[in-house]
């Protein structure tokens, strides 16, 4: 156990505790004045349990981060699962003051950089790479409101870079590639946006494709139908599959020239590998 998570099982509540890396005070407050936030996502009970034995057997090592309310309550950001932990802690050994108590980050967030830091939390948890993309999505929703209400906000970054710039400033260092990537595969996942009417085949695969691609898809399938679509896409992949047959022949072309320079610096072949040069050689002469 840390210094700071022990300094934290001796505390009172509401009490300074320590500071973590970032110089941010943790403190430890009552479970009852802290209220989950209503859009997190579902607990796994599995390890809503496994938190609650190690609370019951080291304490709390990780602070929950929560964000104070008007009423003199606090809304957790990050920590679902501990603060769920507690309460099944608490059950089991009532009378333990430590499970009672949770040890907290307080932040002074507003709504949008409170649901931006609770999507962020969950991003960094094993997740589909789809599921992170709908929680990229919230935060792009929340990017459009505030540019929406100050037009400076973000100012010279698309929306992508705008994402990855709110996600890697609340702890998660993510590139715009990745926020598009992920998005993508939700909207392929859910059959949403330009993937709409698409099968879920027809889905993963224009998923992959770049943004001019899977607009002209969508227009294929719109204008002329699954089946014109599946012609266009099968076609694509006959094209990249001579692209790759045609790249994998000047590499072997290459290699051919590359061992003939290297004999006449000298070097001598085995007879095998020499007789495996000459049928390539023959081979590609005819």
Same mark, same amino acid.
Request: proline content about 3%; charged content about 35%; glycine content about 6%.
């Given at each position: 156990m840390s210094d700071i998570s022990k300094g934290m099982n001796k505390a009172k509540l509401g009490e300074h505790l320590a500071e973590d890396a970032n110089k941010e005070i943790i403190i430890a407050l009552p479970c009852s004045v802290i209220s989950p936030r209503p859009d997190n996502r579902k607990l796994d009970s599995s390890v809503v349990s496994e938190i609650a034995q190690s609370f019951s057997k080291t304490g709390q090592a990780i602070p929950v981060i929560a964000r104070p309310l008007m009423d003199g *309550? #606090? @809304?957790?950001?990050d920590g679902h699962h501990r603060l769920a932990a507690k309460e099944i802690a608490r059950k089991h050994d009532p009378e333990n003051p430590d499970h009672k108590r949770i040890d907290c980050i307080i932040r002074n967030l507003t709504d949008a950089q409170a649901e931006?830091?609770?999507?962020v939390a969950n991003i960094q948890k094993p997740l589909t790479q789809a599921e992170k993309g709908r929680l990229f @999505?919230?935060?792009g929703i929340r990017v459009d409101e505030m540019r929406a209400d100050d037009p400076s906000a973000f100012d010279g970054l698309d929306r992508g870079s705008a994402i990855a710039s709110c996600a890697s @400033?609340?702890?998660?260092k993510v590139s715009k590639a990745t926020v598009y990537r992920s998005i993508n595969a939700a909207h392929a /996942?859910?059959? *949403?946006? /330009? #993937? /709409?009417g698409m099968s879920e085949k027809q889905r993963k695969t224009v998923s992959k494709m770049r943004k001019d691609e899977r607009r002209k898809a969508s227009r294929i399938l719109k204008s002329q139908g699954e089946k014109a679509l599946d012609v266009w896409i099968d076609g694509g992949k006959r094209s990249e599959d001579d692209e790759l047959i045609a790249l994998s022949i000047r590499r072997i072309r290459s290699a051919c020239a590359e061992v003939r320079r290297c004999e006449k610096r000298g070097c001598t072949l085995k007879s095998l590998d020499r007789k495996l040069v000459e049928a390539i050689e023959s081979a590609l002469e005819n």
């Amino acid at each position: 156990m840390s210094d700071i998570s022990k300094g934290m099982n001796k505390a009172k509540l509401g009490e300074h505790l320590a500071e973590d890396a970032n110089k941010e005070i943790i403190i430890a407050l009552p479970c009852s004045v802290i209220s989950p936030r209503p859009d997190n996502r579902k607990l796994d009970s599995s390890v809503v349990s496994e938190i609650a034995q190690s609370f019951s057997k080291t304490g709390q090592a990780i602070p929950v981060i929560a964000r104070p309310l008007m009423d003199g *309550t #606090y @809304e957790l950001v990050d920590g679902h699962h501990r603060l769920a932990a507690k309460e099944i802690a608490r059950k089991h050994d009532p009378e333990n003051p430590d499970h009672k108590r949770i040890d907290c980050i307080i932040r002074n967030l507003t709504d949008a950089q409170a649901e931006i830091q609770s999507a962020v939390a969950n991003i960094q948890k094993p997740l589909t790479q789809a599921e992170k993309g709908r929680l990229f @999505e919230r935060i792009g929703i929340r990017v459009d409101e505030m540019r929406a209400d100050d037009p400076s906000a973000f100012d010279g970054l698309d929306r992508g870079s705008a994402i990855a710039s709110c996600a890697s @400033e609340a702890g998660a260092k993510v590139s715009k590639a990745t926020v598009y990537r992920s998005i993508n595969a939700a909207h392929a /996942e859910d059959g *949403t946006h /330009e #993937y /709409e009417g698409m099968s879920e085949k027809q889905r993963k695969t224009v998923s992959k494709m770049r943004k001019d691609e899977r607009r002209k898809a969508s227009r294929i399938l719109k204008s002329q139908g699954e089946k014109a679509l599946d012609v266009w896409i099968d076609g694509g992949k006959r094209s990249e599959d001579d692209e790759l047959i045609a790249l994998s022949i000047r590499r072997i072309r290459s290699a051919c020239a590359e061992v003939r320079r290297c004999e006449k610096r000298g070097c001598t072949l085995k007879s095998l590998d020499r007789k495996l040069v000459e049928a390539i050689e023959s081979a590609l002469e005819n």
